[in-house]
Protein backbone atom coordinates (compact mmCIF):
# COMPACT_ATOMS: atom_id res chain seq x y z
CA UNK A 1 0.00 0.00 0.00
CA UNK A 2 1.36 3.83 -0.80
CA UNK A 3 1.93 5.55 1.92
CA UNK A 4 2.05 9.16 0.40
CA UNK A 5 4.29 10.64 2.22
CA UNK A 6 6.19 14.20 0.93
CA UNK A 7 8.94 11.95 -0.93
CA UNK A 8 6.75 9.89 -2.64
CA UNK A 9 4.41 12.83 -3.20
CA UNK A 10 7.06 15.30 -4.39
CA UNK A 11 8.71 12.98 -6.68
CA UNK A 12 5.40 12.22 -8.29
CA UNK A 13 4.73 16.06 -9.01
CA UNK A 14 8.13 16.59 -10.47
CA UNK A 15 7.67 13.34 -12.27
CA UNK A 16 5.24 15.42 -15.47
CA UNK A 17 8.18 18.52 -15.29
CA UNK A 18 11.94 16.96 -15.41
CA UNK A 19 12.95 14.31 -18.14
CA UNK A 20 15.79 13.07 -20.20
CA UNK A 21 18.58 15.35 -20.16
CA UNK A 22 17.39 18.27 -18.21
CA UNK A 23 20.08 19.71 -15.19
CA UNK A 24 18.44 20.01 -11.96
CA UNK A 25 20.12 20.14 -8.71
CA UNK A 26 19.54 18.50 -4.92
CA UNK A 27 19.82 21.72 -2.88
CA UNK A 28 19.68 19.36 0.11
CA UNK A 29 21.50 16.02 -0.30
CA UNK A 30 21.07 14.44 2.78
CA UNK A 31 21.18 10.76 2.25
CA UNK A 32 20.79 10.94 -1.06
CA UNK A 33 17.29 9.62 -2.24
CA UNK A 34 16.51 12.98 -3.87
CA UNK A 35 19.46 12.96 -6.10
CA UNK A 36 19.21 9.22 -6.75
CA UNK A 37 15.68 10.15 -7.90
CA UNK A 38 16.63 13.02 -10.31
CA UNK A 39 19.47 10.85 -12.18
CA UNK A 40 16.79 8.68 -12.88
CA UNK A 41 14.69 11.01 -14.67
CA UNK A 42 17.64 13.45 -16.31
CA UNK A 43 19.76 9.89 -17.75
CA UNK A 44 22.90 9.52 -19.05
CA UNK A 45 22.57 12.99 -21.30
CA UNK A 46 21.58 14.89 -18.12
CA UNK A 47 23.34 16.51 -14.95
CA UNK A 48 22.12 16.80 -11.09
CA UNK A 49 24.10 18.42 -8.98
CA UNK A 50 24.12 18.43 -5.22
CA UNK A 51 24.50 20.12 -1.85
CA UNK A 52 24.89 19.03 1.77
CA UNK A 53 27.04 20.58 4.35
CA UNK A 54 28.01 17.34 6.24
CA UNK A 55 30.37 15.23 5.22
CA UNK A 56 28.86 11.99 6.00
CA UNK A 57 25.54 12.87 3.92
CA UNK A 58 27.78 13.58 0.90
CA UNK A 59 29.59 10.22 1.39
CA UNK A 60 25.56 8.45 2.04
CA UNK A 61 25.29 10.48 -1.37
CA UNK A 62 28.07 9.46 -3.50
CA UNK A 63 28.14 5.73 -2.19
CA UNK A 64 24.35 5.75 -3.25
CA UNK A 65 24.97 6.85 -6.11
CA UNK A 66 27.86 4.14 -7.01
CA UNK A 67 25.54 1.76 -5.97
CA UNK A 68 23.00 2.46 -8.73
CA UNK A 69 25.80 3.32 -11.52
CA UNK A 70 24.76 6.76 -11.40
CA UNK A 71 27.69 8.52 -10.70
CA UNK A 72 28.62 9.56 -13.65
CA UNK A 73 25.30 11.71 -13.91
CA UNK A 74 25.76 13.60 -10.30
CA UNK A 75 28.13 15.66 -9.01
CA UNK A 76 27.93 15.74 -4.72
CA UNK A 77 29.68 18.91 -3.23
CA UNK A 78 30.38 19.52 0.52
CA UNK A 79 29.06 22.54 -0.20
CA UNK A 80 25.83 25.55 1.10
CA UNK A 81 23.28 25.10 -1.14
CA UNK A 82 23.58 28.82 -0.85
CA UNK A 83 26.54 28.56 -3.30
CA UNK A 84 24.60 26.88 -5.76
CA UNK A 85 25.27 29.54 -8.22
CA UNK A 86 28.87 29.05 -8.30
CA UNK A 87 28.22 25.36 -9.95
CA UNK A 88 25.30 26.70 -12.52
CA UNK A 89 24.75 29.15 -14.78
CA UNK A 90 21.67 31.37 -14.81
CA UNK A 91 18.93 30.26 -16.52
CA UNK A 92 20.37 26.72 -17.12
CA UNK A 93 18.69 24.22 -14.96
CA UNK A 94 15.16 22.37 -14.79
CA UNK A 95 14.22 21.77 -11.76
CA UNK A 96 16.08 22.26 -7.92
CA UNK A 97 14.34 20.36 -5.11
CA UNK A 98 14.79 21.56 -1.33
CA UNK A 99 13.74 19.43 1.87
CA UNK A 100 14.15 21.51 4.57
CA UNK A 101 14.88 20.77 8.27
CA UNK A 102 17.58 17.54 9.83
CA UNK A 103 19.46 14.66 8.68
CA UNK A 104 17.22 11.74 8.61
CA UNK A 105 18.97 9.66 10.86
CA UNK A 106 21.75 12.39 12.18
CA UNK A 107 22.15 15.12 14.79
CA UNK A 108 19.25 17.07 14.67
CA UNK A 109 21.05 20.55 15.88
CA UNK A 110 22.24 20.66 12.56
CA UNK A 111 19.50 21.91 10.15
CA UNK A 112 18.38 24.46 7.50
CA UNK A 113 17.74 28.13 8.85
CA UNK A 114 15.53 30.46 7.44
CA UNK A 115 19.01 32.70 6.45
CA UNK A 116 20.53 30.33 4.42
CA UNK A 117 17.15 28.66 2.97
CA UNK A 118 15.92 31.90 1.88
CA UNK A 119 19.42 32.97 0.24
CA UNK A 120 19.80 29.74 -1.55
CA UNK A 121 15.96 29.66 -2.97
CA UNK A 122 17.01 33.26 -4.35
CA UNK A 123 19.48 31.83 -5.87
CA UNK A 124 17.66 28.67 -7.38
CA UNK A 125 15.31 31.01 -8.61
CA UNK A 126 17.88 33.20 -11.03
CA UNK A 127 19.25 29.57 -12.06
CA UNK A 128 16.01 27.96 -13.26
CA UNK A 129 14.96 28.17 -16.68
CA UNK A 130 11.65 29.47 -17.79
CA UNK A 131 9.28 26.89 -16.81
CA UNK A 132 11.66 25.35 -14.38
CA UNK A 133 9.94 23.83 -11.55
CA UNK A 134 11.36 24.15 -8.17
CA UNK A 135 10.22 21.97 -4.80
CA UNK A 136 10.54 22.95 -1.64
CA UNK A 137 9.67 20.44 1.17
CA UNK A 138 8.71 22.48 4.45
CA UNK A 139 9.45 20.94 7.52
CA UNK A 140 8.79 22.08 11.22
CA UNK A 141 7.78 21.08 14.88
CA UNK A 142 9.83 20.10 17.68
CA UNK A 143 13.37 19.11 16.15
CA UNK A 144 13.08 21.45 12.68
CA UNK A 145 12.18 25.64 13.11
CA UNK A 146 8.78 27.02 13.05
CA UNK A 147 10.48 30.36 12.38
CA UNK A 148 12.16 28.96 8.81
CA UNK A 149 8.81 27.58 8.06
CA UNK A 150 6.75 30.82 8.50
CA UNK A 151 10.18 32.80 7.04
CA UNK A 152 10.28 30.50 4.10
CA UNK A 153 6.17 30.75 3.23
CA UNK A 154 5.73 34.30 3.44
CA UNK A 155 9.04 34.48 1.36
CA UNK A 156 7.38 32.24 -1.38
CA UNK A 157 3.60 34.19 -0.79
CA UNK A 158 5.64 37.70 -1.64
CA UNK A 159 7.04 36.56 -5.15
CA UNK A 160 5.72 38.36 -7.72
CA UNK A 161 2.93 36.19 -9.27
CA UNK A 162 4.32 37.96 -12.87
CA UNK A 163 7.76 36.07 -12.11
CA UNK A 164 6.71 32.55 -10.44
CA UNK A 165 3.65 30.54 -9.67
CA UNK A 166 3.87 29.34 -6.05
CA UNK A 167 1.76 26.25 -5.28
CA UNK A 168 1.11 25.45 -1.53
CA UNK A 169 0.15 21.96 -0.63
CA UNK A 170 -0.79 21.00 2.76
CA UNK A 171 -1.48 17.45 4.43
CA UNK A 172 -4.67 18.60 6.79
CA UNK A 173 -5.49 15.12 8.52
CA UNK A 174 -2.04 14.14 9.56
CA UNK A 175 -0.82 14.98 13.30
CA UNK A 176 2.26 16.48 14.29
CA UNK A 177 2.95 19.49 12.25
CA UNK A 178 3.40 17.27 8.76
CA UNK A 179 6.03 18.92 5.90
CA UNK A 180 3.82 21.40 3.53
CA UNK A 181 4.92 20.47 0.29
CA UNK A 182 5.70 23.96 -2.02
CA UNK A 183 6.29 24.00 -5.87
CA UNK A 184 7.60 27.08 -7.59
CA UNK A 185 7.44 27.31 -11.60
CA UNK A 186 9.44 30.27 -13.17
CA UNK A 187 7.13 31.67 -15.45
CA UNK A 188 8.25 32.89 -19.27
Known sequence: MKRHTIVEYTHDFLRKYIGEGNICIDATA??????????????????????????DAV????????????????????????NMDA?????????????????????HSICTSAETTIAAI????????????????????????????DAVLSFLEALDSKDYTVIKNEFINKPNHPPIPVFIFKNY
Not at 87 to 107: K, T, W
Not at 129 to 135: A, L, N
Open 122 to 149: KKGLTLLKPDGVMSVSVYSGKDSGFDEK
Open 87 to 107: YAEPDSVDGIVFNLGYLPGGD
Open 59 to 82: NTTRSLLEMFGLDEIAEVYLDSHV
Open 30 to 55: GNGNDTEFLCGLVGSEGKVIAFDIQE
